[in-house]
């Protein structure tokens, strides 16, 4: 089914989806899945209406993304969805006989009964994903192309311990989804945080970027065959990074640049993400309306632009945020890795 939707009520499930969804391999199956690391528990709805049964029983016809069991536990089929129109989520369904046919279990990376303010018998809306609706694919780079957020962290650790500091990587992961300027999130005293010493660790920063670029820098595995593929689908590829190219090495050196129709950096804009201007200026350019493009990014403020653009965000896990602060965010799809954006992003086949 490529267009579906239906409402169920909110009901008590029968108390083992909170162990279930805490298993390590349950955990890294959704992500690997529908790149949901699931609360644990599940969202359980009972469907009413018939014509939300015609819509679920067609759906189950279908095959879904498979969940082969381990340790005793059944295989199951998952389908990405989203619900009440704004939490990415998706159904699982246990290949057991017998399971109740107007029943429907929901994980996401956020507690949706408390995200959503649910009580037992309110109606929720289930949404199908949808697939194929873009034309343009505009990308971020440090963490979404490229695994350069561990890097800074290396960089900036090199020049923080000359002054006695202390660079952590949840430093840099709350920096870069929080917008909190980094040096104040390192330096924890007020006082200590002089323009001079922020002068300097900014540059000492820097000047060990290039090294530190060269030993722990690249592309992530499979990058160009998702790109290649996306391409072949028809759509037309950019980069708006809200750095100023630092990074661009791995990607030069792998001739993947070449992708990129245009390539925008923080020195082509005025406004930082979450401001939209960067996502706008390079539909500009291509020619494609907002509700026809995805903003592919790692970070919270990255799916703020794409929001605040008009275009489909999509959260990819190979950066600064997990799902749970990826779909807070307003992630309209979450991917473990790049090959999921050509499912998310390309029409069913």
Known sequence: MKDWQFS???TAGAGQGSGFTSRDWVREAFIAAVGIDPFPGTLNLQLESDSALEAWTKLKASPGIGIPGQQGACDARCYPV????RVPAAIVLPE?????????ELVAALPMRQHLDLSEGDEVLV??????????AIFDVDGTLINSVDA???AAGRAAAPLGYSVTHDMVRQALNSQQPFWNVVIENPAERTADTIANLRRDTMRHWADVLDEHVSVFPGLRATLEGLQAGGLRLAIYTGSRG???GPLE???LLEFFEIVLTADDVEEAKPHPEGVLRCLEVLGVAPAEAAYIGDSVPDMGASHAAGARAVGVLTGAANSA????AGAHDLAADHAALLRILLPQR
Do not use: C, D, K, N
């Not at 989203?82 to 129109?85: G, H, P, S």
């Not at 199908?128 to 343009?136: I, N």
């Open 82 to 85: 989203r619900v009440a129109e």
């Open 8 to 10: 169920g009520r909110v």
């Open 253 to 255: 050196r792998s001739g």
């Open 246 to 248: 630092e990074s661009f």
């Open 152 to 154: 800074y962290h290396i």
């Open 127 to 136: 949404q199908a994903s949808p697939r194929g609706l873009v034309t343009a």
């Open 325 to 328: 602060a990826l779909s807070a």
């Open 96 to 104: 057991v006989a017998g399971y109740p046919p107007a029943q429907v």
